[in-house]
């Protein structure tokens, strides 16, 4: 179990906002052996309205926003048998619709380092911590939508993953991570909290459901984002062989506050070294 855990308001501050939301890479409770690790390019189409949206988030006006992530890498590395140390910088195309007219904007929308360290190792369990600090991106000066985050953050997380075994030599797991970003600047900070349901039904084959909720504490000042919103992910993943597998997933926004609920999909491709 533990190989296939470990693999694996206004308008303007609503622009931000969508522009912003993380696309999710599979991070998980299990660490990378030592000297070995997993690359993932990951290409993400979202879509979601932007005007007219109800408590609850959901649009019903006539605008659009649109975002590409561009094959961002994710990338993690086993340094020792504790210890897995990771990089993954988000690089975006958005593009938003308002009233006729379209803006679009390229960019690095942040950059993330992480560490992740195993606390406890069971038969079937594992528990580790992460810390991650994120970088501010870099796009065009004054441009819309505004893809980069202006300052800097941290965040510290709690991981926790079992794995067993099943009827018809299949294999399962379930993952819980919770997590406190604090960020530099006007922004609210967040709470996350992800769960996840990995099912191995056939030797080639992982099917993983996971839910992704970044809940903003409003603690913003002036001009600020402060949001919540809570995802759903379903992913397939096939593999070739131990070295490479392709992943093709679908995301949608099943709840939010100060965002309209939109939806996407996610094809990655997977390296294992």
């Known amino acids: 179990m533990s190989r296939a855990g470990g693999r694996r308001g206004v308008f303007g501050g609503l622009a ?28 993400t189409p979202y879509t979601a309205g932007t005007r007219g949206f109800d408590t609850l988030g959901r649009a019903n006006g006539n605008g659009s926003f649109g975002r590409v992530e561009l094959a961002s890498p994710y990338w993690e590395h ?3 048998s504790r210890w897995t140390l990771g990089l993954q910088p988000r690089l ?3 593009w938003l619709t308002e009233n006729g007219r379209t803006s679009t904007n390229v960019g690095l929308a942040d950059a993330s380092a992480f ?9 079937l ?10 970088t501010p991106g870099v796009d065009g000066a004054g441009s819309t939508p505004r893809i980069a985050e202006p300052n800097m953050g941290a965040e510290i997380r709690a991981l926790y993953g079992i794995g067993t075994q099943l009827p018809w030599n299949m294999t399962g797991f379930a993952t819980a991570e919770i997590a406190f970003r604090g960020r530099i600047g006007n922004a609210a900070d967040e709470v996350r909290v992800d769960i996840g349901f990995g099912l191995r039904p056939l030797p080639h084959w992982l099917l993983m459901l996971q839910s992704f909720s970044n809940l903003g504490l409003r603690n913003n000042s002036r001009g600020g984002a ?6 759903l992910q379903a992913t397939a993943v096939y593999e070739f062989n131990p070295t490479w597998a392709l992943a093709l997933g679908y995301i949608r926004d099943v709840a939010g506050r100060r965002v309209p609920l939109g939806q996407g999909a996610v094809l990655a491709l997977w390296y294992r070294y």
Request: hydrophobic share 50%.
């Open 16 to 43: 931000v906002a969508l522009a912003l939301l993380p696309a999710h890479a599979p991070a998980a409770p299990w660490v990378q052996p030592e000297g070995q690790g997993i690359v993932i390019l990951q290409t």
């Open 92 to 94: 975006q195309a958005a």
């Open 125 to 134: 369990d594992v528990f580790s911590v992460q810390a991650t600090l994120a």
């Open 226 to 231: 402060d949001y919540s919103v809570s995802k």
């Open 115 to 123: 560490a992740r360290y195993l606390v406890h190792q069971g038969r």
């Open 78 to 80: 086993g340094v020792t």
